[in-house]
């Protein structure tokens, strides 16, 4: 077995599993490193544990597990939101693609069941490499601090 040196992911590993829902918890929070963005019914927060760097969740902030359960204004406003956060990961990112989803049940995938969510997920040429293959390890070359700050100061430079 080969060991990759990660000495960061310590706080990951002893952080204790959280109480409730994580995207009312942001909410309730009075500062949150990962909320990057709020409307008056959506929220974005990037995701502890991403797929690919800027891999975000937008939810929203009715707590429900269901789309049929949201108003037309609510789903007009999660969309305009992913459209919003596509536009800010293409300035800060320069991504090729992107994944966008949502995943709803565990059947699915859901990793939080109880709250609908939407991943963006940004992609790039290449971004799928040996080590995901061989080593079943993803390598993300930025911090979430360092990303979360790009994103608030993109949302603030648009205003």
Same mark, same amino acid.
């Given at each position: 077995?080969?060991?990759?040196?990660?000495?960061?992911?310590?706080?990951?590993?002893?952080?204790?599993?959280?109480?409730?829902?994580?995207?009312?918890?942001?909410?309730? %929070? =009075?500062?949150?490193?990962? #909320?990057?963005?709020? $409307?008056?019914?959506? /929220?974005?927060? &990037?995701?502890?544990?991403?797929?690919?760097?800027?891999?975000?969740?937008?939810?929203? %902030? =009715?707590?429900?597990?269901? #789309?049929?359960?949201? $108003?037309?204004?609510? /789903?007009?406003? &999660?969309?305009?939101?992913?459209?919003?956060?596509?536009?800010?990961?293409?300035?800060?990112? =320069?991504?090729?693609?992107?994944?966008?989803?949502?995943?709803?049940?565990?059947?699915?995938?859901?990793?939080?069941?109880?709250?609908?969510?939407?991943?963006?997920?940004?992609?790039?040429?290449?971004?799928?490499?040996?080590?995901?293959?061989?080593?079943?390890?993803?390598?993300?070359?930025?911090?979430?601090?360092?990303?979360?700050?790009?994103?608030?100061?993109?949302?603030?430079?648009?205003?």
């Amino acid at each position: 077995m080969k060991i990759i040196w990660a000495p960061w992911r310590i706080k990951y590993i002893k952080k204790k599993k959280e109480k409730g829902c994580i995207f009312c918890n942001h909410l309730k %929070k =009075k500062k949150s490193s990962l #909320l990057v963005y709020t $409307t008056p019914l959506s /929220l974005v927060v &990037l995701n502890l544990f991403p797929y690919n760097n800027g891999h975000l969740l937008i939810a929203p %902030k =009715k707590h429900t597990d269901s #789309l049929e359960k949201l $108003t037309e204004e609510e /789903l007009m406003d &999660l969309m305009k939101v992913v459209k919003k956060m596509i536009k800010v990961l293409k300035k800060i990112l =320069k991504p090729d693609g992107f994944n966008i989803g949502i995943n709803i049940g565990k059947q699915a995938g859901a990793g939080v069941e109880e709250h609908l969510h939407i991943h963006i997920i940004p992609r790039w040429r290449g971004d799928t490499n040996f080590m995901p293959i061989c080593f079943d390890t993803k390598i993300i070359p930025q911090s979430l601090k360092d990303l979360a700050q790009k994103i608030k100061k993109c949302l603030q430079e648009k205003r």
